[in-house]
C-alpha cells in the first residue's frame, strides 16, 4: 500500500493518515477510498486532453471546476 498511497496523488496530510494506520486493512480502504474520489476529477482531465488535441478545432471549452 505504501508505495502504491506515495503515486496516487494524496496531500501530505492525507500521506500522513495513511501512516498513522496500524492496519493494513485499513490501509487499503483508505487508499481506496481517496482513489475513488478521484475518478471524476481525472475523467474530466482526459476529457479536457481530448478536447485540446483537437488544435482550436473546439472553440466554446469550458474549463473543469477542481
Known amino acids: 500500500v505504501y508505495d502504491i498511497a506515495?503515486?496516487?496523488g494524496l496531500n501530505?496530510?492525507?500521506?500522513?493518515?495513511?501512516?498513522?494506520?496500524t492496519n493494513e486493512i485499513d490501509r487499503q480502504e483508505y487508499l481506496q477510498?481517496?482513489?475513488?474520489?478521484?475518478?471524476p476529477m481525472v475523467l474530466?482531465?482526459?476529457?479536457?486532453?481530448?478536447?485540446?488535441?483537437?488544435?482550436?478545432?473546439f472553440k466554446n471549452v469550458i474549463p473543469p471546476q477542481f
Open 33 to 39: 477510498r481517496h482513489l475513488h474520489s478521484m475518478v
Open 44 to 57: 474530466e482531465m482526459e476529457n479536457m486532453r481530448k478536447k485540446i488535441q483537437m488544435n482550436g478545432h
Open 12 to 21: 501530505f496530510k492525507q500521506e500522513i493518515e495513511i501512516l498513522e494506520l
Open 6 to 8: 506515495h503515486k496516487a
